[in-house]
């Protein structure tokens, strides 16, 4: 959510950015500028280290444990006090390490063999394809090809943040799965509603719809990569997370075909958005329920976590581990 803001204030800075610089080229040249300063982080490790839980979940005990004894010390504390609660820690890091083998790593091909991550995936990158390709049909119910860029830009922008700021209050209060089925029904309608009466509606009628709906496509693309994060185990996470935002940027790719085939190229892109949508929406019923769960570490977890019914708004999740059958049962 906080990355989804950050892309809000870059998309209203990026004009006024551009009316200082006055030169495409320099204003192209400072962006990837500034995008080459995170190779840092790549090339100096010590900037960012490695996530615990990762190499904890892929058996590399050995580094976790120096990082975490790194993140002690830069806390203020003594890993080597027998007397503090991080003994425990050390105990039992010092137990994984002797029973640990080789670190085993994983490729996205493994969702393959796990059909319920697989599942969740391929329908969460739909609705990231859907959000991002049902914008346009929405942007340009919304304002005429006539009018300014800056008024559908900065519009987009603006709505975008509402939508975020919408599931900040929503999504851990009423569930990740109702937000987005929610979201997926109203983008669905509102687009069926403009797509079969646009012509003969009033006109605050379709300013109302289009808004609505553009409001509703961006909250299910943000919430498709939030529920993403958490239904995909820590493995491969970052390799699922970009399959689900590449299918979003795929999605705003189609915007542009709207204006090279004329008004046909754009009735049919509605057309076959809004049919996503709506099928979409039937598939969002056999996505999980995140909240008040045990996120996955491992592909098994993930597969476990998603067909367990037992655990399913499980409250208490200290006693997760002990309801999950080990590989043995």
Not at 47 to 69: D, H, K
Not at 283 to 289: G, S
Request: proline letters at 5%; a negative charge; hydrophobic letters at 50%.
């Amino acid at each position: 959510m906080g990355a989804g803001l950050f892309s809000v204030a870059g998309t209203l800075l990026l004009p006024g950015l551009a009316m200082l610089v006055q030169d495409w080229r320099l204003l192209q040249g400072l962006s990837a500028l500034v995008t080459g300063l995170l190779l840092l982080f790549w090339g100096f490790p010590a900037l960012f280290p490695e996530s615990p839980c990762w190499l904890l979940a892929t058996g590399q005990v050995a580094q976790a444990s120096r990082i975490l004894w790194h993140f002690a010390e830069a806390s203020g504390v003594d890993p080597e006090d027998s007397s503090s609660e991080e003994n425990s820690l050390a105990t039992e890091l010092a137990g994984l390490s002797a029973g640990s083998t080789q670190p085993q790593y994983h490729s996205i091909l493994g969702l393959l063999h796990t059909r319920t991550t697989w599942r969740s995936g391929l329908i969460l990158g739909f609705s990231s394809l859907v959000g991002g390709g049902i914008r346009a049909s929405f942007l340009r119910s919304l304002v005429p090809s006539e009018q300014a860029f800056y008024l559908p830009y900065f519009l987009e922008a603006g709505l975008e943040a509402t939508a975020i700021v919408l599931l900040i209050l929503t999504a851990d209060r009423c569930g990740r799965r109702p937000v987005l089925l929610l979201g997926t029904m109203v983008a669905g309608l509102a687009s069926l509603l403009l797509l079969a009466g646009a012509q003969y509606l009033p006109g605050w009628t379709t300013l109302f719809l289009s808004v609505l709906g553009l409001l509703a496509s961006q909250a299910v693309s943000e919430l498709s990569v939030l529920l993403a994060a958490e239904v995909f185990p820590t493995v491969i996470r970052g390799a699922g997370l970009g399959l689900v935002l590449g299918a979003g940027f795929l999605g705003r790719a189609t915007a542009p075909l709207t204006d090279i085939h004329g008004r046909r190229g754009f009735f049919l892109q509605h057309v076959v958005f809004t049919s996503l949508a709506i099928l979409i929406l039937l598939c969002v019923l056999l996505l999980p329920e995140t909240r008040g769960q045990e996120l996955p570490q491992s592909l098994e977890d993930a597969d476990r976590l998603q067909r367990s019914p037992l655990l399913l708004g499980c409250p208490h999740q200290d006693h997760l581990p002990l309801l999950l059958p080990s590989r043995s049962e």
